[in-house]
């Protein structure tokens, strides 16, 4: 009997997450890149601020789980992450960090973090969790490793769009490609977007941008939408030296301008389809993340 009201319940809640997904839907992205070094967590940190200044609740997923980098940009150090939710007692919410602008941050740990065999109440626990932070959210944007090893390539390919980041170094824009190419291979219905960091000026970063949508195009059979440049912008390392998100340091430096502007042209296209909860589906399905 007890089984019985049980698998009701979790029918009755299943159906209520659906119905409030189609009421609510949520805008999930992941920003990845083929290489280290671009400026992809600088990136990520500063969009995410950008969606909470457009009145988007936005929910920054540190998924980097070797190198996390969000809380040294910020300059806070995060007392618990997503382990202690999988390997400890700790709740989804316990774990969140209110970052700037009222941005939520999500701390994913260091270390290679096991998922294969979780028993039914810490599967319960990280999925109730998720499902009520994303019901709270817009915009949920997870900043992935870099490059292409197992755990970035299955948080870039759970996301329904990924913003792969480049700078217009010859070795970036051959990784970012292999990126996208690994990523659409796990999942074909990711729509991908491009950003080029640290160009010298907009005609520098569109003849990147041409470059590789001509080669997406053409060997992948992939739309590459383009999003934007960053321009090299001596406000950026300063902020970041300081620990403070360049948007905020200096709200009208062109680096700044200019996420803003790629963050106004992601609202104007529409929320695409999804299969669900990105974070839920990922916890919960047995894989690795590290």
Request: hydrophobic share 45%.
């Amino acid at each position: 009997m007890i089984i019985d009201q049980a698998t009701k319940l979790r029918d009755l809640t299943k159906i209520k997450r659906q119905t409030e997904k189609h009421l609510h839907p949520v805008r999930r992205i992941a920003v990845t890149s083929g290489k280290g070094g671009v400026g992809k967590s600088n990136f990520s940190l500063n969009l995410a601020i950008c969606f909470q200044r457009l009145r988007q609740r936005a929910l920054l997923v540190d998924a980097d789980t070797n190198l996390a980098n969000i809380d040294i940009l910020l300059g806070i150090h995060p007392e618990y992450s997503l382990t202690d939710v999988v390997l400890g007692d700790r709740f989804i919410k316990d774990i969140i960090l209110q970052g700037p602008e009222g941005l939520q941050i999500m701390p994913a740990g260091s270390g290679v973090v096991e998922f294969i065999g979780l028993d039914a109440v810490i599967q319960d626990r990280i999925q109730n969790g998720i499902a009520d932070l994303e019901s709270g959210s817009d915009a949920i944007i997870i900043d992935t490793g870099a490059g292409i090893s197992e755990g970035v390539v299955e948080f870039a390919a759970g996301a329904d769009e990924v913003i792969v980041l480049t700078t217009p170094e010859p070795t970036a824009i051959t990784d970012a490609y292999a990126a996208i190419k690994v990523i659409s291979s796990k999942n074909a219905a990711v729509k991908f977007h491009l950003v080029v960091n640290l160009a010298k000026n907009q005609k520098e970063a569109q003849e990147v941008a041409r470059k590789i949508r001509l080669v997406v195009e053409n060997y992948l059979s992939l739309n590459l939408n383009i999003l934007g440049f960053l321009p090299y912008d001596q406000h950026v390392p300063k902020a970041v030296s300081m620990q403070q998100p360049f948007l905020l340091m200096n709200p009208r430096c062109p680096a700044a301008l200019n996420v803003m502007m790629i963050a106004r042209k992601l609202l104007k296209i529409p929320v695409p389809e999804n299969s669900g909860s990105l974070l839920r589906n990922l916890f919960t399905r047995g894989g690795n993340i590290g």
